[in-house]
């Protein structure tokens, strides 16, 4: 690829997201204008809902699961191995993180034990593509439709159904008084996964950006051959790079489940498409930590938005279509944003010595 056509493709990667991002800004100044001329009109009671408390916690709460997803993708693809067995990868860990609490009396210990079963099926995952050679398209898949028929059978034999009972959440950090300043309060009255989502987007940038392991799995991505000429075993990066995308997944799906006290393995269970989403933030993002949290709270938004709008019935809209709302936004972003530019390794098998 010639310098020319990768700066080609980059500016207008970076149009086509100013160009979503100028429609989203002059969408939110209409409804905000109109709002507030007219209080009573639908548009003031969508910005009423839109600016609420419950909004802003409702998306801090869905943004979790989809970020810490988001997260763990962008360390795989980034090393150059393609994991879109995310899905997966929360539907385990959210079964694993209930039923662990379930046993143990302890949320705790059923987030560590809804990691390690997300990071024991990523490895398996990381042994398929990397020793085995596997399509990592396939795989992914794999993985998915694994979790997706284990988990809910898990639950038919332990619970006699696919939902499993309540069990124990984790309690919420109220910070006294900043927790009543409106929608602002919602990021004083969070669970401590919303809190340590944000330190985990800090802590991944700045891994990423600022050490040498970061530096490692960009070039394991982009030239594996050049890691290799430097001393650096490609595979050992690859590998480390899918497992860690399990432990942040695994974090993300036990918070989902544990943040409700019960796994619902009905359908798509209560993942319900969530690690396709992290896929499509990181890529709206440009495997950016922040940009994919950014993109996240996005579609996290929207979807608080429609369960908000189909409580109170705001809208003369059947309630099949207000829910159709956050996936028709993520077709609406991909056609627009186009073809984000991928690492050049990406799927790409390399073993050392290969030319």
Partial sequence: ????????????????????????????????????????SDA???LSIMTSK???????????????????GIFAEKSGVIN??????LIISAFGGVYFT????????????????????????????????ADQIIAGLAIWLIALGLAPFASQVVYGGPNTTNVPTVGTITVPYLSELGMVGAFFDATPFVYLMFVAVALSWWTLNRTAFGRWVRASGENPKALDTAGVDVQ????????LSGILAGIGGAALSLSLGQFTGNGPTMVNGKG??????????????????????????????????????????????VRTIPYVTVIIVLALVGRTRIPEAAGDHYESGED
Avoid at 84 to 89: F, P, V
Avoid at 236 to 243: L, N
Avoid at 300 to 317: H, N, P, S
């Fill in 1 to 40: 690829m010639s310098e020319a056509t990768l700066r080609s493709g980059l500016t207008r990667g970076i149009d086509s997201r100013l160009l979503v991002a100028g429609i989203a800004l002059f969408g939110l100044a209409v409804i905000g204008v109109l709002g507030v001329l007219f209080p009573s």
């Fill in 44 to 46: 003031g009671q969508l």
């Fill in 54 to 72: 419950s909004t802003m916690s409702a998306t801090l709460r869905l943004s979790v699961p989809i970020a810490f997803a988001a997260l763990g």
């Fill in 84 to 89: 879109i067995g995310l899905e997966g990868l």
């Fill in 102 to 133: 379930d046993v143990t009396g302890s949320p705790w210990l059923g987030v560590a034990a809804g990691v390690a079963a997300s990071t024991l099926l990523a490895a398996v995952f990381a042994v398929v593509c990397i020793e085995f050679r």
């Fill in 236 to 243: 050992r990066v690859r590998y480390a790079a899918a497992i």
């Fill in 276 to 321: 396709f989403i992290a896929i499509v933030a990181y890529l709206f993002g440009n495997y950016n930590p922040i940009g994919a949290m950014l993109s996240t709270m996005l579609f996290a938004g929207l979807d608080a938005l429609q369960l908000t709008l189909q409580a109170r019935d705001v809208f003369a809209i059947p309630q099949p279509l």
